[in-house]
């Protein structure tokens, strides 16, 4: 074990040095001793959150917390997720000895890989945030993302889980070891189903009609099924105020906190951090005042100037509709006049750039909104966007289509637009960000 975490130690400075990755020391380490992460030593408290959205920025909150509170927390703030990521994060903060320097291990977990963590080591609170489809070449429909995740679903581990979500509820079943958080209806819930797919349509549990007191997004809200007694659950964690034009949510009818990012994400991964730093003893009245107005820094919302336009950059998860379809309905529930850049030119990973099906889940209709005056389609893909926006009833002459993106921003600087706001995913964040003055 020790020559292991030396090499780890090595390697994982090497490559900050060098600027490489932080999953390559952990490969090597698992070639050496693929069983190093059973024989560390970790600390009392072990967090762990996966899910489709939300893990990145719900993991930074908890760090933030627990830190405030004086907590040495070893987090993989780097967002490497996967087991090699994992792996480098345990090792380089070890001592030789095989013991973590840490008073807590919060983990990021990968979907598709907890099942292979956590066989080494249980989480001793394990947040899931809500399964959607996403990244359809690698993870395909929700459910086969729901059956990758249950193997490291034990009772060792308290759950903490959206209540919200009827897939992911289905984890709680017939457990006592599980915390629920969720939502009460609010103004901006509605009865029908509004995207262009619905995940919810049908129960998870019996496969027949699912039907809603209410949603809140997609499948998202207050669920039942009347053939086998699914339902939500009652929630110990719950949004009872959401005023998302003002920026503030109330917590259990007694705890506000207000909004920095006013969006229905950020609501709910507000709502997980605060379940979990409870849960771990932490005042409440303290988790309020340090999540109230927090900003996160990991660049999933950037502030910036293009000319003398005032820009929001919004970072969606690739191949993930709902991510893009909330950064959408952001946009226009600020109700400001604005011009809306999408750009679609690398696809993350290593999978084919042809794959585009994606977009067609997208509800871009929301975008025949009076307040966008103008749609900018960038990058390599700009030509399959035109295709799909000739499907909604969104005007031709609304759209400015280039595949040269430093081009079109130049184009975009010269119309002198107020406000501007920029979608894409992490692949394509530097080569708009780049060409831009960003505010800090």
């Known amino acids: ?17 060098i600027g490489r990755g932080s999953s390559m020391p952990g490969q090597i380490a698992l070639k050496f001793s693929p069983k190093i992460l059973s024989k560390v030593k970790l600390p009392e408290l072990v967090i762990a959150v996966t899910g489709s959205n939300g893990k990145t920025s719900t993991v ?37 000895g ?3 320097k840490g008073d807590v291990l919060l983990l990021e977990s990968d979907e598709r890989y907890s099942k292979f963590t956590f066989s080494f080591f249980k989480p001793t609170h394990y947040v899931i945030t809500n399964l959607y489809r996403d990244q359809l070449t690698r993870n395909g429909h929700p459910e086969w993302v729901f059956d990758a995740i249950a193997p490291s679903v034990t009772d060792k581990s308290t759950l903490i889980l959206n209540a919200d979500d009827p897939l992911v ?18 103004e901006f819930s509605f009865a029908e189903n509004r995207s262009v797919y619905d995940d919810g349509a049908f129960c998870p549990n019996c496969k027949k009609p699912m039907k809603y007191n209410f ?3 997609n499948h998202i809200g207050d669920y039942f099924c009347e053939s086998c007694g699914h339902k939500k659950h009652k929630t110990d964690f719950t949004i009872t105020e959401a005023n998302l034009a003002e920026g503030f949510v109330t917590i259990n009818g007694k705890r506000r906190i207000s909004l920095a990012f ?30 109230s107005d927090y900003v996160l820094k990991n660049g999933r919302v950037v502030q910036y100037k293009l000319g003398n336009s005032n820009g929001t950059f919004l970072v969606s998860k690739h191949e993930n509709s709902v991510s893009y379809d909330q950064s959408i309905r952001y946009i226009i529930g600020r109700d400001k006049p604005c011009g809306v850049i999408i750009i679609v030119d690398a696809v993350s990973r290593r999978y084919s750039t042809g794959e585009i099906s994606w977009l067609w889940d997208i509800d871009f209709e ?31 002459e609304k759209l ?7 081009a079109a921003i130049d184009d975009i600087k010269a119309e002198n637009r107020e406000m501007l706001y920029t979608v894409t995913c992490f692949s394509d964040k530097a080569k708009f960000l780049s060409k831009v003055e960003v505010q800090q």
């Open 1 to 17: 074990m020790f020559f292991t975490i030396l090499i780890c130690k090595i390697l994982r400075f090497v490559g900050k040095l």
């Open 60 to 96: 930074e909150m908890i760090a933030s917390v627990l830190q405030k509170e004086g907590k040495k927390v070893i987090w993989n703030r780097e967002g490497s997720n996967q087991i090699e990521g994992v792996t480098t994060l345990i090792l380089s903060n070890c001592t030789l």
């Open 98 to 100: 095989g013991k973590l």
């Open 169 to 186: 509820s289905l984890y709680g079943k017939d457990r006592e070891n599980v915390v629920w958080f969720g939502m009460d209806k609010q």
């Open 215 to 217: 949603r809140h997004y």
């Open 262 to 291: 006013k969006s229905i994400y950020n609501v709910y991964n507000i709502l997980a951090c605060f379940a979990v730093c409870s849960l771990v003893g932490i005042d409440e009245e303290k988790i309020a005042a340090d999540v």
């Open 366 to 396: 929301l975008l025949k909104a009076t307040c966008v005056e103008k749609i900018y389609l960038l990058g390599a893909h700009c030509e399959d966007l035109r295709t799909r926006f000739s499907f909604t009833e969104i005007p031709a």
């Open 400 to 406: 400015y289509v280039n595949a040269d993106i430093e």
